[in-house]
C-alpha cells in the first residue's frame, strides 16, 4: 500500500510563486509516475503534471511555462513548482502515483490565489 502526503499550498497573490510537495511511502515500484491533479470549482478534477522515474513529463497546455514538476527518486517525493499564478489556479491540487498498474492519490492541498 502506498500513501501519499501532500504539502506547500495556502493562499497568494496573483503573480506569486508556491511549491507542492509530495511524499510516497510504503511499497512503490522503481518504475513509477508521480505527478499532480486539480480540482477546480465547478469542475472536475484534471491533470496539472506528471513526471516518470526517468524523467518524462507531461503538463496540462494551462500551466506550461508557468509550472514546473521535479522529483527526487530516492526521496519517492514529487513536486511541483507554481509561478506566475491566477486567480483561476485556485482549487484543490491533489498527487498521484502510478505504481504496478495501480493509482494513488493524496488527500489533496487548498491553493487559493487571490486577484
Known amino acids: 500500500q502506498v500513501q501519499l502526503v501532500e504539502s506547500g499550498g495556502g493562499l497568494v497573490q496573483a503573480g506569486g510563486s508556491l511549491r507542492l510537495s509530495c511524499a510516497a511511502s510504503?511499497?512503490?515500484?522503481?518504475?513509477?509516475?508521480m505527478g499532480w491533479y486539480r480540482r477546480l470549482p465547478g469542475k472536475q478534477r484534471d491533470l496539472v503534471a506528471l513526471m516518470s522515474t526517468g524523467g518524462n513529463t507531461n503538463y496540462a497546455d494551462s500551466v506550461k511555462g508557468r509550472f514546473t514538476i521535479s522529483r527526487d527518486n530516492a526521496k519517492n517525493t514529487v513536486y511541483v513548482q507554481m509561478n506566475g499564478l491566477k486567480p483561476e489556479d485556485t482549487g484543490v491540487y491533489y498527487c498521484?502515483?502510478?505504481?504496478?498498474?495501480?493509482?494513488?492519490w493524496g488527500r489533496g492541498t487548498q491553493v487559493s490565489v487571490s486577484s
Open positions: 498521484v502515483a502510478y505504481s504496478a498498474g495501480q493509482d494513488y
Open positions: 510504503g511499497s512503490m515500484g522503481s518504475e513509477n509516475v
